[in-house]
């Protein structure tokens, strides 16, 4: 089973960066497509950055686009979310997450294995 573990979160002022990471237990992690994916407080989790196993491919929810970078290092069983430029609404619990498959998917349920998530808030 692979052990997640979310790194990097706190509180920043808008405007501001913060660089997440999840370092996985397992080296099978390096055929796992890997996901972010957010909870704000009252609402539903959501897709937000996406990596094919090989980081060939990267996808990214519209509301991230051009602000966040999703990269992984396979030779160290690690991805990273590296956020700039965050504003209010990026305020959430994030999630790393171990696709099913090597090939991103955007559903959460298309994911198997999850971290405990770590805090990001963004102040005014």
């Known amino acids: 089973q692979v052990q997640l573990e979310e790194s990097g979160g706190g509180l920043v002022q808008a405007g501001g960066s913060l660089r997440l990471s999840c370092a996985a237990s397992?080296?099978?992690?390096?055929?796992?497509?890997m996901g972010w994916f957010r909870q704000g407080l009252g609402k539903e989790r959501e897709f937000v950055a996406g990596?094919?196993?090989?980081?060939?491919?990267?996808v990214y929810a519209d509301s991230v686009k051009g602000r966040f970078t999703i990269s992984r290092d396979n030779g160290h069983n690690t991805v990273y979310l590296q956020m700039n430029n965050l504003k209010p609404e990026d305020t959430a619990l994030y999630y790393c997450?171990?696709?099913?498959?090597?090939?991103?998917?955007?559903?959460?349920?298309?994911?198997?294995?999850w971290g405990q998530g770590t805090q990001v808030t963004v102040s005014s």
């Open positions: 990596i094919s196993w090989n980081a060939d491919n990267t």
């Open positions: 397992e080296r099978t992690f390096s055929t796992n497509a």
């Open positions: 997450a171990a696709a099913r498959t090597s090939f991103i998917r955007t559903v959460k349920n298309d994911y198997r294995y």
